[in-house]
């Protein structure tokens, strides 16, 4: 059973899954490649070497074949079975590793990019992003679910078939928590949403906008922490993207095709992270009647960020938080627009 | 001019360097190795390519012989000239890039191996990091002087001569602040370092102890974000780093090398990061008469961390900061001691 273990000073949780992992003699020195496997077990075909279907989508171009499937990761971070067990250990603090974490391959081609993906295919990714969002929202013993695709070796994704994963946790990540104490904060002085302050600015100042539609605006964020890092805001308030209507994820799957063709093209297919920022579960954190939570709906606004994984993370950023970006986000901004 | 900005939703600090970077194209695709220069800067009698030496200490074994320089860093991150203008962007917030980078070259001998190192020299070392604290520090627009080490080009290290970095920033970053104030929250209930205590149960506990001497405890962290990461605190509490007497340094220099040296026999010259968490420049921070400073004596405690880079930082660990970690600390405990 994996295990859940808060760190005292850092304030923040850690996933111990030892089963997840591999041996001592297995780590090598990071000196050598990793070996490429033959066989894939997410390619059309292979469909006896899946643990099971969670979840299948027909495509809207070829109704007699798959589009996208939502399947259990086979070497789970956290898993769906058991109580919590929430003890404290001295100075420390545990819980079972409860949680759920799917896959979601996002095309039956092996060699598919996002970027290049139909897009009404692309829509239908995005459909079963928000219906696994939706239907692991149910749990509450589950605080948030997090949405991410590593695109790329040198990003951390294990195998090159396009897929993304789901990872429903029993606590708020510390990312989120300052995303939201952030928000609330800014609400509660002001009345606004800080998102769309942010918006509104971007904007204006103009310069680090890469590409918008009628319900999108993708830009290089202020402080950006690496080289051509991009967040993609709804204009619309809106807390929780589980809510979105078909339409806007189609708009949705328009502007990432858009922003991440940018990025093939002028960075060369480079590794990246893609992940959502959406509410936590309500229905969770509203069941520990603790305060904080009144204003989500307003302070609160979803959105997706684009990471390309192009530069290291060495001790200076591990030992202080504190990132050194080579790049400045406008001339970032600047060559995505032409790009 | 580098210029530090500020991300109102993460409530961090990014240092935007664009002096030092790469341009567009120099990014590759993270495919390429970067390859091997076959010059190096910090070898005996390439001196005249050195911008100029900041400090040099004689060997103790050797005396006709140089054993430890500190350096500028040629590819500063900051820069020490000049005011910090402090400036509101509208929802943001930014000022120059002032501080100090410099690099520390550990040994004359570009192979020399930090777990390799004589006591003596090493030692010498850790003199030479106290004395640029210690200078640094009379600067009182630097908050925070940060010590690090990267081994290995996995662990971020651009040239493969040892060398570690010192660097002084004009804010406190993210992480030095969350340890400060978990640090404070606990002294202000319990009149108790938390360090202390939790050396005090690492010893107790015995399952994630590495190695040990009489002046300091290395253990794994019950919460470790990666594989084999190690933590040295030291017995007797002290926050400050810079006050640590001679002996004091030996004997540290004593437990990095074993440290050190089990970590490269158990997993074969891993890369790594070596950091160290000291007290912020007092003189700075007390200068802005603001509370919070009162008990950082009694609260704080200095200690050296070193992370193994054999994981990769995937999307989930960006996206929550939620690390994933598939080696039990006891696991990894286990191994080094036998290592």
């Given at each position: 059973m994996p295990e859940l273990r808060h760190d005292p000073i850092l304030r923040q949780w850690v996933i111990i899954a030892e089963e997840r992992g591999r041996r001592t003699h297995?780590?090598?020195?990071?000196?050598?490649?990793?070996?490429?496997?033959?066989?894939?077990?997410?390619?059309?075909?292979?469909?006896?070497?899946?643990?099971?279907?969670?979840?299948?989508?027909?495509?809207?171009?070829?109704?007699n074949r798959w589009q996208v499937r939502a399947v259990p990761n086979k070497?789970?971070?956290?898993?769906?079975?058991?109580?919590?067990?929430?003890?404290?250990?001295?100075?420390?603090?545990?819980?079972?590793?409860?949680?759920?974490?799917?896959v979601i391959i996002e095309s039956p081609d092996h060699h598919q990019k996002m970027c290049d993906m139909h897009l009404d295919d692309l829509t239908q990714v995005f459909e079963v992003y928000r219906e696994r969002l939706a239907d692991l929202s149910k749990d509450t013993r589950f605080r948030y679910v997090q949405l991410i695709k590593n695109h790329g070796e040198a990003a951390g994704a294990s195998l090159s078939h396009p897929h993304s994963q789901v990872i429903a946790t029993p606590v708020l990540p510390a990312v989120i928590d300052t995303e939201l104490q952030s928000a609330r904060h800014h609400f509660r002085f002001k009345e606004r949403c800080i998102f769309c302050d942010i918006l509104e600015q971007e904007q204006h100042d103009a310069e680090r906008i890469v590409a918008q539609n009628g319900d999108f605006l993708a830009y290089c964020p202020y402080a950006s922490r690496s080289p051509f890092e991009v967040t993609i805001l709804p204009r619309t308030h809106?807390?929780?993207?589980?809510q979105s209507e078909g339409w806007l994820l189609r708009s949705l799957a328009e502007i990432v095709k858009d922003v991440l063709g940018r990025l093939d093209r002028v960075l060369n297919d480079p590794p990246f992270n893609l992940f959502l920022h959406t509410a936590p579960n309500l229905k969770s954190v509203r069941s520990l009647r603790v305060a904080g939570w009144e204003t989500l709906e307003y302070d609160f606004h979803w959105h997706v960020e684009i990471i390309p994984r192009l530069t290291k993370i060495a001790g200076f950023e591990w030992g202080t938080g504190l990132y050194i970006n080579p790049t400045k986000p406008e001339t970032a901004a600047e060559f995505l627009r032409s790009g």
């Open positions: 297995d780590f090598g020195n990071g000196h050598e490649p990793t070996p490429t496997p033959t066989f894939c077990p997410f390619c059309e075909g292979n469909e006896t070497r899946l643990p099971n279907i969670i979840r299948e989508v027909k495509s809207k171009r070829e109704p070497f789970p971070a956290l898993k769906i079975e058991g109580g919590l067990e929430r003890k404290g250990r001295g100075i420390y603090d545990r819980m079972n590793g409860i949680g759920a974490h799917e809106s807390h929780d993207f589980a």
